[in-house]
């Protein structure tokens, strides 16, 4: 069940120092990344199957091969640790134990779509593991790791690291550039075809940490040993991550494919207390919200989470035992999602602050029937009607909350 | 009061100015490093910085506004962040915070009068599997119990 390819030196003393790193594999897979062409890497890459960790689970090839090549401009690697969906803390656990791993991801990572500058950027709340990662980046710069030449090859790489200061939305990528770029974090309109990312005009790559950081297994090993794990359709591993009722949570590296309740009772230890589970989400608040009754047969796949009527999203699940009242957790749930709207579009900006009024009035006992009915009917405002996914979101969570525990729901109201 | 970067800064803003392709980027890392220098972000701090991003004083008003670490207004000298959503809420923050609210004796979103404590209700921190998570300042506490906050908040000068 657990297989560790990312978190392979997360239990090693001091894995974060370079002198550690390089004793346990770090770099090591740098000599025959560079005697490959960029092109050779990139399709390695694409072979491998590769979906993206940070929640869509888009390809990581198809992605890279968006950037013109060759481009007349300079092209960007962009890596996204703004790791703040509720119940996400994955990205974290790389930075903290093992960011030589991020930063030799990063090297292979740019090579392979021929940028010669790399920036990451990391939440604002996370500063121990901001200061951390640029201890990391200090000591590969000295080392020869980065700068002019590569370890020695023919190669320029720098790396810089920037700071976020307090908005989930900047984790979404479009948003991340427009901050990156000094600006609001609002999403951008989607393009009608597959573009690169826009970095000041530039073609550029946003890709998570946990994506980039399962670059050098692939390059090091062959794609063919990555895609000896996990499924057909969604090769490897993940980091998943267990928080809220759980027994034991945590992060757990697993294949793809894992029995989700054999993860849940094995693993996870079950629910604290002797205590029963009464539902879940599977990665991220974003999902829709999963019955204990329903997750039989689940695997912890994107296949397997869609064909159930849910989302894989960031792997990270939350998990609610049978004492917990659903229309308090919809409540904290809107309120997280109204303090985040970006508030360009008006149903996000309205509708998601509507939504929490009156959730907050059912809650408080003075709600009718009349109310519970509007709040399904945002759901229709809040669905497709957006710039970005955010708003459908909350319709997600409208729609899977009120329709699986109606009876909590509607003995609130007259 | 005007204001100005100190030595250190200057020299990190002049760095920085070669690490991306405009200079429209250095607003965030900027704004972070008036923060720190200053405690907050005085009106006087976004017209240095718009006369040197070639910006408005608007336009940096309207980003520093976008972003909620950073302080508009000074605060108090310890900022107790309480992270509110859903992993922390089952594992407990409502009583967490109502607990330093007894403790403080004022409510969410206020200071104490010698400005040495603010109670603020955050969004996930990122802490999920070590909830409850409270925030003091820049160090996260995990798995936050009220006798970890009784010593911690006790043992602050
Ligand atoms: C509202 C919203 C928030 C997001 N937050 C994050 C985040 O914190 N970290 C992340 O890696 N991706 C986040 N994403 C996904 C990114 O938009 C993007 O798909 C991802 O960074 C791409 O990298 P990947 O393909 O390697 O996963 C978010 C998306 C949305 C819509
Ligand atoms: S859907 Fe909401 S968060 Fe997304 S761009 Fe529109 S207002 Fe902003
Ligand atoms: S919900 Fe509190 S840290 Fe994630």
Redesign the pocket.
Known sequence: MIKKIVSKNFDIKDSHKLKVARENDRYSSLKKLFSMSPEAVLDEVDKSGLR???????S?GA?WKLIPNPSDKPTYLIV?A????PG?FK?RQILEYDPHLLIEGIICSSYAIKSNHAYIYIRGEYVFWAKRLQTAIDEAYEAGILGDNVLGYDYKLEVTLHRGAGA??C???SALVESLEGKRGHPRLKPKQKEPEWFFDCPSV????E?ISSVPFIIKEGFEAYRAYGTEKNPGTMLFGMSGHIKNPGIYELEFGTNMLEFINKIGGGMRDGKKLKALVPGGSSCHVLKADELEGITLDYESLKAHGSSLGTGGMILMDETVFMPKVVKNLFEFYHHESCGQCTPCREGVSWSDKLMGKILDGNGTKKDLDTLLSLSFLLNGKSI???AP?VAFIIDSYINKFKDEFYSLVK | MSFEFNEKNEDKFQELLTRYPKKDSLMLPSLWMIQYQEGWISPEAMQYLAKKLDKSPMDIYSVASFYTMFHLEPIAKYNIQVCKTLSCMLRGSEDIKKHIENKLNIKTGQSTKDMKFTITEVECLGSCGTAPCVCINEDYIQNTTPQMIDEILDGLK
């Not at chain 1, 946003?206 to 940490?209: I, P, Q, S």
Request: glycine residues 20%; charged residues 25%.
């Open positions: 993206g960790k940070g929640g869509g689970g888009a990581a992605k996204n703004d790791e703040s969906e996400t990205d989930y939305i984790g979404e990528k946003v890709n998570n940490v994506t970005c996914v955010f979101s």
